[in-house]
């Protein structure tokens, strides 16, 4: 772990000379690099990172300890060095006019002076840390060749032999330290040690914590990092992959390689954990990626043994004693989940170094409690504070101005928060990679000044109700994951970004929704979004609601300026108020799968849907047509089969709605014609004057279920046993009526 620990500052010295060689005396800089490149050769010759964790003596164990506490300090310095660069550049650019130039440039002058002496001392005190430990050691025993290669051989094959069992982890871990330090001892007391320690190796042959040994140092540096981290959980808890990822990168255990994403990064080092069974018990979603998982017992014991000393987590529903009678002061990251009973532990004040503190609790984390964390743990670089869903008992009222403290965040996730805005004191948090806020539904406003934190990868918001995006948000284009944009009526025009806002958020991708379109009255500004750049984002939702009456522009013209790219895969579209059809770009949607259109008042005609190659899901709800015709299938000269992969159908509240015209039938078709033959749920609601499902449709083998809710004239025609179609529907294994079973498989 120190070596990827050691790297890491490394690579920031290395990123960030350009910026600091500005500020910092140049040969303070060389001889910092230097000694930091020394030691990292050393680690990399003394294979230190393989036995760090094992049974070694004091001294190196406190020599390793003193290197990850340099390595640390020096990356927050560094970024609070470069974070105070970005700040003043941000308000320069911000204050900056042409009556008052001089002065704010004479401001800037003296901050720089004093943050190039109070960097300057703390580079020093690092660099005489740092030739302390080079010294140390050099007085240390040299372990640069623990084992030659036959005694590796036999280690690996001895140790294959391992199965499943149990002796306890100390024991296997100090087992292996012993071997890995066979090749001192052989020289004092003779070759026939290895043979006799090979032989204590059996005693081991039941247990399971041997390969995760091995595998565990085979691991590249950064993917050790982000396996132990996973020690900060408490046993059998549900990791979310996605909320993970973001972990790791706040804590910089992912760089970037290339133009390769930070997040691909992180997806890889997961399923390269997840396919040598560290993680396990996999929840997924409707696409077969995986969304949770757990680690196993033995799994989860090991990675605490090799992080005892740097992470904790408590799970309490009383007393904090199991807390206070911990020494804190190393720790790095911690999670704390309280139950009703248990009191704030304030005593994790105390743990001034911590990186990682993640809270889940059932109170109210109170305003005094959230100023001493943001007063004492000024080293965080992810906050997590949520609880269950149950208002006004651990809800957040108020977020206290001591945050802007917290220099090197850059992950913060709120829950339960009752406020109606964001206080602009978030936006000094300018290396904020992802905030979420989650379950707030007294959220009307994002901080107006949110056009800041330039780092910003991910803005997640569930649950709450926005007015509108504020004017600066177009700077934000780093964001990769937004929930929603809102475009706002005139009620916010002086203080709102338009639509137009979004044409340089082109990392946008996943699920994106925008909403108040009703509100666009000028169709280039829809036009100069420019979605069709946006190639990640794979679930779109174009929402057309209006924040008050008058006049609007033409919904047809607008939703024709909004094309998404081909690389779409769901679509929803809310409030369209076209009066013949839907967007033409829909056909051009080859890898859609599913399409929901709902509440489309006036539309009149389908667009021939069945043309869709991949189209599994189709949610219809609120037209107001009388008919739908054969336009809806597409068939023609150019296709025979419509919605070749359809699975599931469902159309509701089409109160009008008389007639599903179908002029397809057996004896007017050539044999090869298809339609729906995937078919396998079929669900009509609310559709009150509809006479008859068409018969073809009926006659697809694929139809599983079968769902009539408030369809009086379908209730009676489909009715068993009496309804005069009955017979055609008999063959669907599972038929309800109002919510009532007509007909079970057993299956």
């Not at 690579?11 to 020394?38: P, T």
């Not at 100023?371 to 809800?395: E, M, Y």
């Not at 609601?685 to 499902?693: E, N, R, V």
């Not at 017979?727 to 038929?735: D, G, L, N, S, W």
Request: charge should be neutral; hydrophobic fraction near 40%.
């Amino acid at each position: 772990m120190v070596e990827a620990i050691v790297s890491i500052a490394l690579e920031l010295l290395n990123s960030s000379m350009a910026v600091v060689g500005g500020i910092i005396d140049r040969q303070e800089l060389k001889k910092l690099k230097e000694n930091f490149e020394a030691i990292h050769s050393m680690l990399l010759d003394t294979e230190e990172e393989q036995t760090e964790t094992m049974k070694q003596p004091r001294g190196r164990v406190l020599w390793v300890q003193k290197l990850k506490e340099a390595s640390y300090d020096l990356e927050d310095v560094l970024d609070e060095l470069i974070t105070s660069r970005l700040k003043l550049k941000i308000e320069c650019a911000e204050k900056i006019d042409k009556k008052k130039n001089k002065v704010r440039c004479l401001c800037f002058g003296f901050k720089q002076v004093f943050l190039r002496c109070r960097t300057e001392f703390k580079i020093k005190a690092i660099n005489k840390r740092l030739g302390d430990i080079i010294a140390i050691k050099k007085h240390m025993f040299n372990f640069t060749s623990l084992l030659d290669e036959s005694e590796k051989r036999k280690l690996l094959y001895e140790s294959s032999k391992v199965q499943q069992g149990g002796v306890g982890i100390k024991t296997i871990l100090h087992k292996f330290g012993n071997l890995l330090c066979l090749r001192r001892a052989r020289k004092e007391r003779g070759s026939s040690i290895l043979d006799i320690e090979m032989g204590k190796l059996n005693e081991l042959e039941n247990d399971p914590l041997a390969p995760l040994l091995l595998s565990y140092n085979d691991f590249p540096p950064m993917i050790k990092l982000c396996f132990l981290y996973c020690a900060v959980f408490p046993k059998g808890y549900n990791i979310e992959k996605d909320e993970l990822i973001k972990l790791w990168m706040a804590q910089g255990y992912i760089r970037p390689i290339g133009n390769k994403e930070m997040e691909v990064i992180g997806q890889e080092y997961f399923d390269y954990l997840a396919t040598r069974s560290f993680f396990q018990k996999f929840d997924k979603d409707d696409e077969d990626n995986v969304t949770r998982c757990k680690m196993s017992d033995a799994v989860h014991d090991f990675a605490q043994f090799l992080t005892k000393h740097e992470y904790f987590s408590i799970e309490a529903d009383g007393s904090e004693e199991s807390l206070t009678k911990t020494s804190l002061e190393k720790f790095r990251h911690s999670m704390l989940v309280l139950g009703r009973r248990a009191s704030f532990p304030v005593s994790i004040f105390k743990a001034k170094k911590l990186r990682s503190l993640l809270i889940h609790s059932e109170f109210e984390v109170s305003f005094h409690v959230l100023q001493g964390l943001f007063d004492h743990l000024t080293c965080l670089r992810a906050l997590k504070i949520t609880g269950k869903v149950s208002w006004g008992q651990n809800s957040i009222y108020a977020i206290p101005k001591e945050i802007e403290k917290l220099v090197h965040l850059r992950y913060l996730k709120l829950s339960l928060l009752m406020r109606e805005e964001l206080p602009d004191i978030v936006c000094e948090l300018f290396n904020l990679q992802t905030l979420e806020v989650e379950h707030c539904p007294r959220l009307k406003r994002l901080p107006q000044g949110i056009g800041k934190l330039v780092n910003l990868r991910h803005l997640i918001y569930y649950y709450s109700n926005l007015d509108y995006m504020p004017k600066g948000f177009e700077r934000l284009t780093c964001l990769r994951t937004l929930t929603e944009f809102v475009v706002s009526g005139g009620k916010y025009s002086g203080k709102a970004c338009n639509i137009e806002g979004l044409r340089h958020l082109n990392h946008l991708g996943g699920v994106f929704r925008i909403t108040g379109l009703g509100n666009v009255t000028d169709v280039d500004e829809a036009e100069n979004a420019e979605l069709e750049k946006k190639r990640n984002v794979v679930d779109l939702g174009l929402w057309f609601d209006k924040d008050e009456e008058g006049e609007e522009a033409d919904h047809e013209e607008i939703i024709e300026a909004l094309k998404p790219h081909s690389n779409l895969v769901a679509l929803d579209i809310l409030g369209f108020k076209g009066k013949i059809t839907f967007p033409k770009w829909i056909m051009s949607l080859n890898n859609l799968k599913s399409l929901h259109l709902r509440s489309c008042e006036k539309c009149e005609i389908l667009s021939p849907l069945g043309k869709l190659p991949s189209l599994e899901t189709l949610y219809i709800a609120g037209m107001s047509g009388k008919r739908v015709g054969d336009e809806f299938f597409g068939i023609g000269s150019d296709c025979n089969i419509a919605f070749p992969k359809l699975k599931f159908l469902r159309v509701v509240d089409m109160f009008e709605w008389e007639e599903w015209g179908f002029g397809i039938t057996r004896s007017n078709v050539k044999e090869d014609v298809m339609v729906m033959p995937c078919l396998n749920y079929l669900d009509i609601q609310f559709c009150f004057k509809l006479t008859a499902l068409p018969g073809y449709l009926l006659e697809i083998t694929a139809l599983e279920k079968l769902e009539i809710l408030c369809c009086p004239i379908l209730e009676q025609r489909y009715r068993k046993g009496t309804g005069e179609d009955w017979a055609k529907v008999a063959h669907v294994p599972t038929i309800t009526i109002n919510r009532q079973y007509v007909q079970v498989s057993l299956d």
